[in-house]
T-cell receptor
Framework: GQQLNQSPQSMFIQEGEDVSMNCTSSSIFNTWLWYKQDPGEGPVLLIALYKAGELTSNGRLTAQFGITRKDSFLNISASIPSDVGIYFCAGQDTGANNLFFGTGTRLTVIP | EAQVTQNPRYLITVTGKKLTVTCSQN?????MSWYRQDPGLGLRQIYYSMNVEVTDKGDVPEGYKVSRKEKRNFPLILESPSPNQTSLYFC???????????FGEGSWLTVV
């Protein structure tokens, strides 16, 4: 399968700080997705990106679809304790039938 | 309430004893899939189904079977489980491929 490299693997930050994470791929994708997984739950979609260069926000979250179509970035501003969880990027190619996930970024927010 | 329901949520079983993890969705979704989640590897797709009676292998299908006899159900079958199938399994569905994917709550499976 296609490899999606997500970094950092884990982050410990103070409440109120901004967070950045990114995802890179060896292949081009037509869609990039960002999910959050809370402990004991399945992943929940945060943001979907459909066009190279697209910048999309969802509250304090902002994600960008890289120009090369091989990467994507997620930023969280002014973090709060409920931001704790694992964040996954995922790439989707409309020519195939798979959704490929990154390895995840575990975020810990210290109050 | 729209949901994807998996059962069991937790299971400890022995090597070689056949088991089935059920998955049901109440959203009339065409697309369903199974993933396993392992530390450091993210979620990897096992099998997926584009519609009733249509199933295909994902990235890691070895040791698993699926069936899609009706739209709402997509069971995952481990004919002869082995310890390397110890993992957290997620079922997911979407209206059709390319639409928002909804995940179940996960099934923790331990094979000893």
């Amino acid at each position: 399968g296609q490899q999606l490299n997500q970094s950092p693997q884990s982050m410990f930050i103070q409440e109120g700080e901004d967070v950045s994470m990114n995802c890179t791929s060896s292949s081009i994708f037509n869609t990039w997705l960002w999910y959050k997984q809370d402990p004991g739950e399945g992943p929940v979609l945060l943001i979907a990106l459909y066009k190279a260069g697209e910048l999309t926000s969802n509250g304090r979250l902002t994600a960008q679809f890289g120009i090369t179509r091989k990467d994507s970035f997620l930023n969280i501003s002014a973090s709060i304790p409920s931001d704790v969880g694992i964040y996954f990027c995922a790439g989707q190619d409309t020519g195939a039938n798979n959704l490929f996930f990154g390895t995840g970024t575990r975020l810990t927010v210290i109050p | 309430e729209a949901q994807v329901t998996q059962n069991p949520r937790y299971l400890i079983t022995v090597t070689g004893k056949k088991l089935t993890v059920t998955c049901s969705q109440n959203m009339n979704h065409e697309y369903m899939s199974w993933y396993r989640q392992d530390p450091g590897l993210g979620l990897r797709q096992i099998y997926y189904s584009m519609n009733v009676e249509v199933t295909d292998k994902g990235d890691v299908p070895e040791g698993y079977k699926v069936s899609r006899k009706e739209k709402r159900n997509f069971p995952l079958i481990l004919e002869s489980p082995s310890p390397n199938q110890t993992s957290l399994y997620f079922c997911a569905s979407s209206l059709s491929y390319g639409n928002t994917i909804y995940f179940g709550e996960g099934s923790w499976l331990t094979v000893v």
